[in-house]
């Protein structure tokens, strides 16, 4: 589900006007920059100690075979904005058909033609999920096929990106956020991507 790490720094997404349009935006590029970073240095960690990462654009058998992706209210929102207005028009016909026809427990809608078609606002889940050694077989999920293979991502970089959300929320202040973060706020509010009727989405495009 993420790019092969050929160790450039993960860079925070920039949208400038977007940003001053829609200032949530800012958290959910705070909080996928967070996650990034954090991965970047775990992948970095274990090619150190001479593991492989597997995962590379067009591998992809994780979107098929996943089917309960965790989606945060503003990943949700994120994914509205990049398809509704960054997509171009060739990708948004083509993407259009599945999110009509998507459904619940199928293969995540926003994959085409191998490729993710929203990758740099990709969820955290996504973003998280890098495997070692041999590329998933089809239907594999290589948590429950070997779990040594898949990168633990580092739980301080985690918490950080999703504390990133909370401003979103109305969630401000340190000792707020931590009682979030204590509570399982935002796990509570999460939905699963492919049991979300997309077809509203599709309305937009
Ligand atoms: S190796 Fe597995 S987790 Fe990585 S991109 Fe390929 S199918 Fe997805
Ligand atoms: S959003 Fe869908 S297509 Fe993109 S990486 Fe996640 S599961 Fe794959």
Redesign the pocket.
């Known amino acids: ?1 993420s790019d092969t790490n050929a160790y450039p720094t993960p860079q925070r997404l920039i949208f400038p006007a977007d940003e001053i349009d829609h200032p949530w935006l800012q958290h959910a590029f705070n909080a996928y920059h967070l996650a990034d970073v954090g991965v970047w240095k775990s992948i970095a960690e274990e090619e150190r100690k001479g593991r492989k990462l597997a995962c590379a654009k067009g591998c ?1 058998n ?2 098929r075979s ?1 089917t309960t ?1 965790p989606l945060f209210p503003l990943e949700l929102l994120g994914l509205y904005w990049f398809v509704s207005s960054k997509l171009d028009n060739e990708m948004r016909r083509r993407l259009k058909p599945q999110l009509e026809n998507h459904q619940p427990g199928g293969a ?4 085409l033609d191998g490729v ?4 740099p606002m ?2 955290l ?2 973003r998280h999920f890098n495997v070692f050694g041999a590329t998933c077989a089809s239907g594999e999920d290589a948590f429950f096929t070997r779990r040594e293979d898949v990168l633990t991502p580092i739980r301080s970089h985690q918490d950080a990106a999703l504390e990133a959300m909370l401003p979103f929320h109305g969630i401000t202040t340190t000792a707020a956020k931590r009682q979030a973060m204590q509570n399982g706020y935002l796990p509570k509010q999460a939905k699963v ?1 492919q049991e979300i009727d997309w077809a509203h989405l599709a309305m937009r495009l």
């Open positions: 589900m992809s994780c979107c996943h992706i995540c809608p926003f994959l993710c078609s929203v990758h990709r969820p889940a996504c991507l």
